[in-house]
């Protein structure tokens, strides 16, 4: 069965730390683009950023707002995707999903869209 | 910067009913980049719909998706209990990357 599933959230003072994991099983991680989306309470989905496979040269991108902030690496041999959060705002109050994106070479290829997702994982950055 | 508006902000029907939901680009995008999602509450979104028109792996053929340039919309033929839910629709660009709408709120009337 294809699986991601997030850890590592909490309460957390702002200008603190926290890193979240995303761990994947039933599928060949190291072939996939990873994601995280976030979602504030009560509003819709933003993108946070992506670590595409190292077939497709492991690039890393973010949304302006986590930029310079936010680190997002991978172990593929572990099936394990991390978010480093620093430097925490009340606004980085959300629940964090991880996703993945097939790659073009795979045999359901969805065109870059986020084909399995995670339960989530909650982080509230509150003193 | 692409910005994704999705009308109307809420739509309230009943099972059996037709849905119709349009997602509106601030500029002509590629359609091959264009995906609907299903969100329930509490739980994480779910692909419906990528390249605009094609269904997942596993989605029923009353949810259908189509559009190009600038307009695109998802229908939902004949709306089952367990599609009430907030629907999104999202571009992979240039910058950013990743686009959301805001969501169209599907509610039992």
């Known amino acids: 069965e294809v699986q991601l599933v997030e850890s590592g959230g909490g309460l957390v003072q702002p200008g603190r730390s926290l890193r979240l994991s995303c761990a994947a099983s039933g599928f060949t991680f190291g072939d996939y683009t990873m994601s995280w989306v976030r979602q504030a309470p009560g509003k819709g989905l933003e993108w946070v950023g992506f670590i595409r496979s190292k077939p497709y040269g492991g690039t890393i991108e973010y949304a302006a707002s986590v930029k310079g902030r936010f680190t997002i690496s991978r172990d593929d041999s572990k099936s394990i995707a991390y978010l480093q959060m620093n430097s925490l705002k009340t606004e980085d109050t959300a629940v964090y999903y991880c996703?993945?994106?097939?790659?073009?070479?795979?045999?359901?290829?969805?065109?870059?869209?986020?084909?399995?997702w995670g339960q989530g994982t909650t982080v509230t950055v509150s003193s | 910067e692409i910005v994704l508006t999705q009308s109307p902000g809420t739509l309230s029907l009943s099972p059996g009913e037709r849905a119709t939901l349009s997602c509106r680009a601030s500029e002509s995008v590629s359609s091959s980049y264009l995906s609907w999602y299903q969100q329930k509450p509490g739980q994480a979104p779910r692909l419906l719909i990528y390249g605009a028109s094609r269904r997942a792996t596993g989605i029923p053929d009353r949810f259908s998706g189509s559009g190009s340039g600038t307009d695109f919309t998802l229908t939902i033929s004949r709306l089952e209990p367990e599609d009430f839910a907030v629907f999104y629709c999202q571009l992979y660009g240039d910058s950013p990357r990743f686009t959301f709408g805001p969501g169209t709120k599907v509610d039992v009337k």
């Open positions: 996703s993945s994106i097939a790659p073009p070479t795979n045999y359901y290829y969805y065109y870059n869209a986020m084909d399995v």
